[in-house]
């Protein structure tokens, strides 16, 4: 029996009726794989996203490698540029060296004339260091000569200072007290001795006094009590000498009632003199007696 068009009509508005009989039909005509489409045709989509994102990853992956390579590329000019430098560096230093060993050979040279010359120089030194000992020899020998003669000089001129203060004692200790006379060394010497003796004074206190160069003796203007002067004489002045003055002075007042420390010469510095006055030390320069200043 032949299909008419209102057949067909009359399915499609039985097949809009019944759903259920449209997938069936569908189903017959079109078969299982009709049916998957759909998914497939989703699975595609998603693949299509997925394979999108991707290329749109290896874009940018793309981009990111040719902005490395640029950075490589520049970097490899630099390098390069570098390397020229290096290489004109390099070469000017090759150049230096040669310079350098150039001047190496100069200085050897300039060296071994030095080595001779230094060589000569120093066998003339050394006969010059034979004839400045000889001569040194010879000056030992002339200063010993000339110490031994000005220690001479000294203890002779040191002798007739004293030898002239004790001839003029009585006129250079008139302004500390009248009727000035000195006492013979071996006179007093045997009083310490006395009191040596006596336990007053021990041996070597008197062996002190003993070296005192000069002792005399007045009375006082005042009260014409005796007084006593234990005199030092040095040309020069010095503190070692009024220290023994003061030093034997009092010393000597173990054996005498009064006793004034004095030193007598030519010249006395200021601090020495200071020293002096404050030990009480009387000060006789070139015959007249020193006031204290205060």
């Keep these: 029996m ?8 009359d399915l499609i508005q039985l097949l809009r009726e019944r759903p259920e009989w449209r997938a069936e039909m569908e189903r017959a005509l079109l078969g299982e794989e009709f049916h998957s489409l759909p998914a497939i045709v989703r699975e595609l989509a998603e693949a299509q996203k997925r ?3 991707r290329v749109e990853e290896l874009a940018e992956a793309q981009k990111r490698t040719e902005a490395r390579v ?8 630099r390098t390069e540029a570098r390397l020229e430098e290096l290489a004109e560096a390099q070469k000017r230093t090759e150049a ?18 030095l080595t001779a010359r230094v060589e000569e ?4 030194q050394k006969r010059t260091d034979a004839q400045i000992a000889a001569l040194v020899e010879r000056m030992d020998k002339f200063q010993t000569t000339q110490e031994r003669m000005e220690k001479r000089l000294g203890m002779l001129s040191g002798a007739a200072l004293e030898l002239r203060f004790a001839e003029r004692a009585p006129a250079y200790l008139s302004q500390l007290a009248l009727r000035v006379r000195v006492i013979p060394r071996h ?4 009083r310490t001795q006395e009191a040596v003796e006596a336990g007053t004074l021990s041996e070597d206190e008197a062996a002190s006094i003993a070296r005192l160069d000069l002792l005399a003796k007045g009375v006082r203007r005042d009260d014409r009590a005796p007084i006593y002067f234990a005199v030092e004489i040095s040309e020069t002045i010095r503190s070692k000498d009024v220290t023994r003055a003061a030093r034997r002075a009092k010393l000597l007042q173990q054996i005498y009632p009064r006793v004034l420390p004095v030193v ?14 404050e030990l009480g030390v009387a000060i006789v320069l070139d015959g007249q007696v020193i006031e204290d200043e205060d």
């Design 2 to 9: 032949a299909i008419t068009i209102q057949d067909v009509q």
């Design 51 to 53: 394979t999108e994102a």
């Design 70 to 77: 640029e950075e490589l590329a520049e970097a490899q000019k």
């Design 96 to 113: 230096r060296v040669v310079e350098l060993a150039e001047a190496q050979k100069r200085t050897e040279a300039r060296l071994e004339t």
């Design 121 to 124: 120089l120093a066998e003339a």
């Design 187 to 190: 006179d007093f010497v045997a």
């Design 264 to 277: 007598a010469g030519d010249m006395i510095s200021p601090a020495d003199k200071e020293d002096a006055e």
